[in-house]
T-cell receptor, first 111, second 114 residues
Framework: GQNIDQPTEMTATEGAIVQINCTYQ??????LFWYQQHAGEAPTFLSY????GLEEKGRFSSFLSRSKGYSYLLLKELQMKDSASYLC????????????FGKGTKLSVIP | EAGVVQSPRYKIIEKKQPVAFWCNPI?????LYWYLQNLGQGPELLIR????????DSQLPKDRFSAERLKGVDSTLKIQPAELGDSAVYLC????????????FGPGTRLTVL
C-alpha cells in the first residue's frame, strides 16, 4: 500500500513564506500532486511533479526528490486567502493509474 | 466552461435508509471518479470509470454501495442501506482520461446519517 505523511496543521503570518512537507513510501511511483482545499469546498489542482526538481508557478512552488520520497510545497507572500488545507497526493501505476491522497495540512494564515 | 456538477449538496437521512448522489462531469472528460472524504482526512477513491466501464472498484463496499455511469457521462452513487459510519463528503471528479495530470473535483455531497 501507499504511505503518505504530512503535518496536520501549520500557522504562518501574512506576507511570509511557508513550506509544507510531504513524505511518501510507495511502489510504482508515477507523479506527485498538490491540491488546495478551502473548508467546505472541492480540492483544486495546484501542481504536479514527476521528475526531481522544482516547479514554480507564481507564488507557489513544488519540489520533488524521488530518491528520498520527499516533496514540499512552498507558498510565498502569503495572503489570508491561502488559509486552506493542502493535500499531497501520489500517483502510482502504469497504464492504469491510482491517486492516493495524504490527510492534508491545514494552513492558517494570521495577520 | 462548466465544472463538475454534483447534487444534492447536502443530505440528511436516518440509518437504514437508501440515498443516491448524482454527478455530471466536465463535458468531454472520459474518466470519472467517486471519492469519500471524512473530516480532517484526504479523499479516498471509491470507484473509477473509463467511459461507462468501472475499471477500479476495489475500495467500494459492494455489500451496500453501488454505482453506475450509463452512456459514459453522468454517474450515480447509491448507498442502501446507509449506516452511521457513512456520514462523510462524497466527491466526484473527472479528467480527460486516465493519463491526464489534473482531476477536476465537484463541490461534493455532504451526507449525514442519523
Amino acid at each position: 500500500g501507499q504511505n503518505i505523511d504530512q503535518p496536520t496543521e501549520m500557522t504562518a503570518t501574512e506576507g511570509a513564506i511557508v513550506q509544507i512537507n510531504c513524505t511518501y513510501q510507495t511502489s510504482g511511483f508515477n507523479g506527485l500532486f498538490w491540491y488546495q482545499q478551502h473548508a467546505g469546498e472541492a480540492p483544486t489542482f495546484l501542481s504536479y511533479n514527476v521528475l526531481d526538481g522544482l516547479e514554480e508557478k507564481g507564488r507557489f512552488s513544488s519540489f520533488l526528490s524521488r530518491s528520498k520520497g520527499y516533496s514540499y510545497l512552498l507558498l510565498k507572500e502569503l495572503q489570508m486567502k491561502d488559509s486552506a488545507s493542502y493535500l499531497c497526493a501520489v500517483r502510482t501505476g502504469a497504464g492504469s493509474y491510482q491517486l492516493t491522497f495524504g490527510k492534508g495540512t491545514k494552513l492558517s494564515v494570521i495577520p | 466552461e462548466a465544472g463538475v456538477v454534483q447534487s444534492p449538496r447536502y443530505k440528511i437521512i436516518e440509518k437504514k435508509q437508501p440515498v443516491a448522489f448524482w454527478c455530471n462531469p466536465i463535458s468531454g472528460h472520459n474518466t470519472l471518479y467517486w471519492y469519500l472524504q471524512n473530516l480532517g482526512q484526504g479523499p479516498e477513491l471509491l470507484i473509477r470509470y473509463e467511459n461507462e466501464e468501472a475499471v477500479d472498484d476495489s475500495q467500494l463496499p459492494k455489500d451496500r454501495f453501488s454505482a453506475e455511469r450509463l452512456k459514459g457521462v453522468d454517474s450515480t452513487l447509491k448507498i442502501q442501506p446507509a449506516e452511521l459510519g457513512d456520514s462523510a463528503v462524497y466527491l466526484c471528479a473527472s479528467s480527460l482520461d486516465d493519463t491526464d495530470h489534473e482531476q477536476f473535483f465537484g463541490p461534493g455531497t455532504r451526507l449525514t446519517v442519523l
